[in-house]
């Protein structure tokens, strides 16, 4: 049974950092592009962050250039989400996402459930 289990979040001051975790089980984990997605309270998911299978090429949304970064471990099937500079417009649930193939790219076929980052004085 593929399992995404998030990590990491917390609430958080403006200008302070998160790292997120997400430990996959289930599934080759090497193989699989991932993502990190995010629902802010009252809005739509709104895609975050993504990157291959082997980790050497990442894609970020226009609203956390520069300020988040997206890497994962494959001897430890963990994928990480380093969020630097937050912002209170960051306050999110945020989740992991596993793609059926080594790029992104269509649908995501497993999500975990979850992480509250809230971003707030």
């Known amino acids: 049974e593929v399992q995404l289990v998030e990590s990491g979040g917390g609430l958080v001051q403006p200008g302070g950092s998160l790292r997120l975790s997400c430990a996959a089980s289930?599934?080759?984990?090497?193989?699989?592009?991932m993502s990190w997605v995010r629902r802010a309270p009252g809005k739509g998911l709104e895609w975050v962050s993504r990157?291959?299978?082997?980790?050497?090429?990442?894609d970020n949304a226009d609203s956390v250039k520069g300020r988040f970064t997206i890497s994962r471990d494959n001897a430890k099937n963990t994928l990480y989400l380093q969020m630097n500079s937050l912002k209170p417009e960051d306050t999110a649930v945020y989740y992991c996402?596993?793609?059926?193939?080594?790029?992104?790219?269509?649908?995501?076929?497993?999500w975990g459930q979850g992480t509250q980052v809230t971003v707030s004085s």
């Open positions: 996402a596993k793609y059926p193939q080594s790029s992104w790219g269509g649908q995501y076929d497993a």
């Open positions: 289930g599934f080759t984990f090497s193989l699989y592009a």
């Open positions: 990157i291959n299978s082997g980790g050497y090429a990442a």
